[in-house]
């Protein structure tokens, strides 16, 4: 704990003195804030009138202290011992950094997260608004199109922008992410095109959550041992209708059919917002870092859609999701599908919707990978899905715009488990309260 306190206040001196040096307080452009003005922003603001006059960086960071009063409980027992307390506190750092007209770098960094305490970066790219090439075609292509290149959080879904990351929880009004949570970052890059309230986007990408040059190894349930890039796609409408009423629709299509350590749904690097619940006596709490979160296991192969809906009238905001996911891991013949359904509502007050109360309902329905009845001789494969849903109800409070207070309330339950599995029965429920900064 120490090297952390010791790291993260390096970082900051490290920022400061920069940001100093290098002048940097003007603002980067086209850059979501990672305050709560970035609230309710998906795709990174495009202003291709802005004057570019030198280099400029911009230091950000998110923090998040959290105290847990969560109680779980299964059929079988045996599980990690839990009481009310303090969670590790997340730390992220970001550098923005305007190179040129019309072009930006990213770098952020987890100072300190649960499933790796030490500092790492979670990743990279470089944004192209303008191209440094003359040409009235060019110019009027690029004055609709972004283009993001490196080792990023890739744009699949809708659900990733409103998400808890690390330390930067400032977007999410509630404490934890989706059951199945599609996120990762991969090599690669994407091409967004803006006209009007229309947005449509592709992106290709290595397929994993790293740079891998390793030969696949083939397995007797699969011999494919060729690699192949990741695809996706996405498209929608976004717009503010009045001074009230603002919709956005998106559909989202992620495809990889042969990779050699898929992550869509195992891709944070940070860990779930609910500490070791629902894990077995003799967890570790860095290496079971998804604590309340569901993996569907689609190593090998996954094609997935997802249906996001946003609707935001005065201070009510209304956010859907619906996703359906098949795949296999490389030990399987067949594919597997996974679904899941989310709504959430949050109403938004005061002078400058520095309140907040809102409430979630997420559910997730999917097969799992060789699962047996228990105490069967042969083995019998169970064929039923699993179902686990969940409640949520949370309420905050934005005392600044880089800092707020905000307490959830949850419950969710495991269903149709096996009985060999520790889930069987499970459950879990409580509060969990945040303080949170972000800048």
């Known amino acids: 704990m120490m090297k952390n306190k010791f790291t ?62 969560l109680k779980h409980e299964n059929t079988s027992g045996g599980l990690y011992k839990i009481t009310p307390g303090f969670n590790t506190a997340n730390a992220n750092l970001f550098m923005d950094v305007q190179l040129s007209d019309g ?11 649960r499933h790796h305490n030490e500092t790492w970066v979670k990743g990279g790219y470089i944004q192209f608004d303008k191209l440094p090439f003359k040409g009235k075609l060019l110019e009027d292509i690029m004055a609709v199109t972004t283009i993001k290149i490196g080792h990023m959080e890739i744009n699949y879904g809708d659900q990733h922008f409103r998400r808890s990351d690390g330390g930067q929880t400032i977007y999410n009004p509630f404490i934890e992410n989706y ?13 967004l095109v803006r006209k009007n309230a229309l947005f449509g986007l592709i992106g290709v990408s290595n397929g994993m959550i790293k740079g891998n040059i390793d030969s696949l190894i083939a397995t007797p349930q699969d ?38 350590g898929q992550t869509l749904y195992g891709g944070d690097r940070t860990g779930s917002n609910y500490f070791m619940v629902l894990e077995k006596v003799g967890a570790v709490n860095t290496t079971n870092a998804f604590s309340g979160r569901f993996n569907p296991g689609f190593t090998k192969k996954v094609n997935a859609l997802q249906l996001n809906a946003f609707i935001k009238f005065q201070g009510l905001e209304l ?34 919707e520095n309140f907040f109360i ?8 999917a097969a799992m990978a060789n699962v047996s009845a228990a105490g069967t001789t042969p083995a019998i494969t169970y064929n039923n899905d699993v179902k686990i849903d969940r409640i949520a109800i949370a309420a905050g409070w934005f005392m600044t715009k880089n800092i707020l207070l905000k307490g959830e309330y949850v419950s ?13 029965g499970g459950k879990f429920k409580g509060y969990v309260i945040q303080a949170v900064v972000g800048f």
Do not use: C, W
């Open 103 to 113: 072009i930006r770098l990213n770098l952020t960094s987890y100072l300190s997260s």
């Open 179 to 191: 059951i199945m949570d599609g996120f990762t970052t991969e090599i690669g890059g994407e091409v």
């Open 223 to 260: 011999a494919n041992v060729h690699k192949s890039p990741a695809v996706y796609v996405k498209g929608g409408f976004d717009k503010q209708l009045n001074s009230d009423l603002r919709v956005r629709f998106a559909a989202s299509y992620y495809s990889n059919n042969s990779s050699g």
């Open 8 to 69: 993260l206040a390096s970082a900051l001196i490290v920022a400061i003195i920069s940001s100093y040096s290098f002048g940097v307080q003007a603002q980067v452009s086209n850059l979501r804030p990672y305050d709560k003005s970035g609230i309710n922003v998906f795709e990174a603001p495009k202003d291709s009138n802005a004057v570019f006059d030198k280099i400029k960086v911009s230091f950000g960071a998110g923090f998040t202290q959290s105290f847990q009063g």
């Open 319 to 352: 956010f859907a999701t619906y996703e359906n996911a098949k795949g296999r891991s490389k030990t399987e013949v067949d594919s597997r599908g996974a679904e899941q359904m989310a709504i959430d509502g949050v109403y938004r007050f005061g002078k400058t």
């Open 358 to 365: 809102g409430a979630k309902y997420n559910v997730v329905t």
């Open 412 to 424: 969710q339950k495991y269903k149709d488990f096996p009985t060999a599995d520790f889930r069987s």
